[in-house]
């Protein structure tokens, strides 16, 4: 059976428990404290970070550049790629097989994959400070998929962090006003870590998870966050040329919603739902619609204001780097060439 065949044999399931998710979130006298604060401010969180992680940890974090990339023209950008969320930068890659092909310079920039974006934002600032210190004057395009959009603009609105070396920032499938799926995120770190490794002794896989973080991540990225506040708050940076391509491939289709909608009047005593709530939730999570989203991320909560360089296409949020045979996944990869390739004219 393939991913997709059984995303759609899922689909009701899923969408019936995301929403009664939301529902329950929405009903809670107060947001959890992680929701209504920096993510980076969870002390303890650190605390344990930082008892567990070592020298090896911290070197397997920051810039990694391709093999002789100082033989292509100093002309040509350098081309960072920045991962999301409860991923890597070799599961993102492949947005990167355009650019490759055509003999530009890349690279890819790691992080801990489930900490707060912030500590994330001053990671990639300093690794790119750094290397504007080593290569004066050459042109940084950063191209992101999901979360990783979101730790670009960050470091790059911000003006602490600004490392004024990017010209070009191309996100892919970003969260631009976060996700309601970020509600349902806890328990990835043990698909990561624990289902999908088969390497690793148990304490490992433990180390692993505490050292990449405890679900900080997710209470950024939930809509309304302290965090998003911020960010979107400021302008985009002067002199930077913004491009989005955002996915409207998502998992769940009209006759699935319909079938959902059975199953819900049912579980709606649970939560003590009327079918008002359940059609207010169901508004709500746009996310999982085909035309309406990827999968992950909403097209209503994509969108970033003073960026008119936006495409959308019909891809998933993970096909569109997990599937290489997909045509939408290709017209992704030939559009992030065809913008990383134009030089800044701001």
């Known amino acids: 059976m393939s991913v997709r065949q059984l995303s759609r044999l899922l689909a009701g399931p899923l969408l019936t428990t995301l929403v009664l998710c939301v529902a329950t979130s929405a009903r809670g006298a107060e947001p959890p404290p992680s929701k209504t604060a920096d993510a980076s401010s969870t002390g303890w969180r650190g605390w344990l970070r930082e008892c567990v992680a070592c020298k090896a940890d911290q070197a397997r974090y920051g810039i990694q550049i391709d093999k002789a990339w100082q033989s292509a023209s100093e002309e040509l950008p350098v081309v960072v790629l920045v991962h999301g969320f409860n991923s890597t930068p070799q599961r993102a890659e492949p947005l990167l097989a355009s650019c490759r092909a055509a003999g530009l310079p890349c690279a890819v920039f790691a992080y801990p994959n489930d900490q707060a974006l912030a500590p994330s934002a001053e990671l990639l600032s300093t690794s790119l400070k750094a290397f504007g210190r080593k290569c004066p004057g050459r042109r940084v395009a950063l191209v992101t998929h999901s979360m990783g959009g979101l730790v670009a603009r960050e470091c790059i609105e911000n003006d602490e962090l600004n490392p004024a070396n990017v010209d070009r920032l191309v996100m892919v499938a970003a969260p631009t006003h976060g996700s309601v799926l970020a509600h349902c995120a806890l328990g990835l770190d043990l698909w990561e870590h624990w289902v999908t490794r088969d390497s690793g002794s148990p304490w490992q896989r433990t180390r692993d998870s505490i050292v990449d973080g405890l679900s900080e991540a997710p209470a950024d990225l939930c809509p309304g966050s302290d965090f998003l506040t911020r960010l979107n708050a400021r302008p985009r940076r002067a002199g930077v040329r913004y491009t989005l391509v955002l996915g409207s491939r998502?998992?769940?289709?009209?006759?699935?919603?319909?079938?959902?909608?059975?199953?819900?009047?049912?579980?709606?005593?649970?939560?003590?739902?009327?079918?008002?709530?359940?059609?207010?939730?169901?508004?709500?999570?746009?996310?999982?619609?085909?035309?309406?989203?990827?999968?992950?991320?909403?097209?209503?909560?994509?969108?970033?204001e003073g960026v008119t360089d936006t495409v959308v296409l019909p891809f998933g949020h993970m096909t569109v780097v997990n599937d290489a045979e997909d045509q939408a996944s290709r017209e992704v990869q030939e559009i992030i060439l065809n913008r990383v390739q134009v030089a800044d004219e701001a």
Do not use: Y
Not at 262 to 281: I, P, R
């Open 250 to 304: 998502a998992w769940v289709s009209e006759d699935q919603l319909r079938s959902a909608r059975k199953s819900l009047s049912h579980a709606a005593w649970f939560c003590s739902m009327t079918e008002h709530d359940v059609e207010g939730c169901l508004a709500q999570v746009d996310e999982v619609f085909s035309g309406r989203g990827d999968g992950a991320v909403a097209l209503s909560r994509a969108r970033l």
